[in-house]
């Protein structure tokens, strides 16, 4: 409740609240740098180039920019993200509060005022430079619109900012723009970005040393599909990117990405590992990004497209396994696996491999990708159901001489067998799975 105390109150100022009225009518630019800490997490300060109240510039800084703001309102994730900032690290958290500026209803207006507030944060950091600060501890997150201005900002350091993580960057107006115009690889010593809406408000092409695409980056789970969804429909997608990267600072399930291509090669299971030395995991969404920052850095260019897929609510992660299938069919069969899994609790968690048909030839192994909800440790029982997705004609059988089950999140975990084991179309197989000889790797 901490940012929404009364404006009026001078002890604890707060983010700037404005209703339709004035984004209607539009407003004029006034950026307000807005100052918490672990000494203030709750009552905030206001700053600026002569007050610096509890800043500490021997800490990191993490500013936080919005973006364009229709209607006026608060962006109700700030909370969170300052609470969330100062719980991971003890740090100086500036909320960047340019509401008077962001607010109209004509988004053009707002997207032209980005160089401006980007020189009022030239300004306030040069003034932390004079008092000691050092650029590679200076963090900006910035969403939307915030992403660019993080942008122009690090470009007015020549990329000497330590980081800057783009939450689904602004497409419109900025999409195929040069990179002096955007947000681009260079504004920093490490960007990361995630994009969630890149058919709508967001940004498509990468834009970082690793840009993130969950679910795609096309249309989030759990987000509505038609404008009957009201407000929702129009930033769900997009407003998904600060709640993936808010799960990185207070859930317990962190979000693993797969470097890859494309969707589509993530989806069929061709990216599942990140075994390259010197790191041995794939890389996390979120705060901890920067842990990859080297190893992504030695890529030439040093730009990485990274998939994943997430759950529809919080805390959104879901978990890989491959399942390995081999088969004896004389013939090729064709179809999709739908996947159960039960532990002795009776928890179970279930995966559709179904966004295009799986082709089994016979003593050919087949890897597919699954995702569950749920992690379970310790599998009880597995069901297999294969299905060719056609209605009539005739049921076909799958022959399996070998599935496998591995858990990419947990490798150390032993690999779950079954031998000789027949499908029959569309219905429910339930077995018990042994542990994997230890050899067949
Ligand atoms: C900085 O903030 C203080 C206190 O809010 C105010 O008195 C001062 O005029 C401000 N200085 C500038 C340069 O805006
Ligand atoms: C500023 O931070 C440094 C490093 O964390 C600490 O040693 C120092 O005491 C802090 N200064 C103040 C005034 O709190
Ligand atoms: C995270 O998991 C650890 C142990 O696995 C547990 O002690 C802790 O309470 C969990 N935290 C949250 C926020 O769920
Ligand atoms: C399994 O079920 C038990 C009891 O319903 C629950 O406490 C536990 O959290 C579940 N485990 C998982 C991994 O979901």
Redo the contacts with the bound molecule.
């Keep these: 409740i901490f940012l929404l105390q009364n404006d009026t109150d001078e002890e604890c100022p707060t983010f700037t609240k404005l209703g339709f009225h004035n984004a209607v009518v539009g407003t004029g630019l006034n950026v307000k740098l807005i100052l918490y800490t672990r000494k203030n997490p709750t009552c905030a300060q206001a700053i600026n180039t002569t007050v610096f109240g509890n800043l500490n510039v021997t800490k990191k800084t993490t500013f936080v920019i919005h973006g364009f703001r229709p209607t006026g309102s608060r962006p109700i994730w700030m909370e969170d993200l300052v609470t969330g900032l100062l719980y991971v690290e003890d740090m100086n958290v500036i909320v960047v509060d340019w509401n008077r500026g962001a607010t109209t209803v004509i988004y053009v207006h707002a997207s032209e005022k980005t160089r401006d507030v980007a020189k009022v944060l030239k300004e306030f950091i040069d003034q932390m430079l004079v008092e000691g600060a050092s650029l590679t501890d200076i963090y900006m997150i910035g969403v939307s619109l915030g992403a660019h201005i993080s942008g122009f900002v690090g470009e007015m350091f020549d990329g000497k900012l330590g980081r800057i993580t783009g939450l689904d960057p602004a497409g419109p107006l900025f999409n195929s723009k040069p990179p002096q115009d955007r947000l681009d690889p260079g504004d920093a010593q490490f960007v990361d970005v995630i994009h969630s809406d890149t058919d709508a408000l967001g940004y498509k092409d990468p834009l970082g040393n690793i840009d993130f695409y969950p679910n795609g980056g096309l249309d989030q789970p759990g987000c509505p599909k038609t404008i009957f969804g009201g407000m929702q429909y129009f930033k769900c997608d997009h407003q998904r990117s600060v709640y993936l990267y808010l799960s990185s600072l207070r859930e317990n399930c962190s979000i693993t990405t797969y470097p890859c291509d494309s969707y589509q090669d993530y989806r069929d299971g061709k990216c599942v590992s990140c075994g390259t030395p010197p790191k041995d995991s794939c890389p996390l969404l979120g705060y901890y990004a920067d842990h990859w920052k080297d190893f992504l850095k030695e890529n030439y260019p040093p730009m990485t497209k990274a998939f994943f897929d997430t759950a529809e609510e919080k805390p959104y992660c879901i978990y890989h396994y491959l399942v390995d299938i081999i088969t004896w069919n004389k013939n090729v069969r064709r179809g999709s696996i739908t996947i159960k899994l039960k532990?002795k609790?009776?928890?179970t968690t279930e995966s559709k491999i179904d966004h295009r048909p799986a082709t089994f030839q016979k003593y050919h192994q087949v890897s597919l990708l699954a995702r569950f909800n749920?992690?379970?440790?310790k599998v009880a029982a597995i069901s297999l159901v294969f299905s060719t997705g056609t209605v009539i004609g005739p049921k076909y059988k799958l022959r399996i001489l070998r599935m496998k089950l591995r858990s990419l999140a947990h490798p150390e975990r032993p690999q779950l067998c079954r031998y000789d084991l027949v499908l029959k179309e569309n219905v429910e197989t339930v077995f018990r799975p042994i542990h994997c000889p230890k050899l067949q790797m």
């Design positions: 532990d609790a009776g928890n749920q992690d379970l440790d």
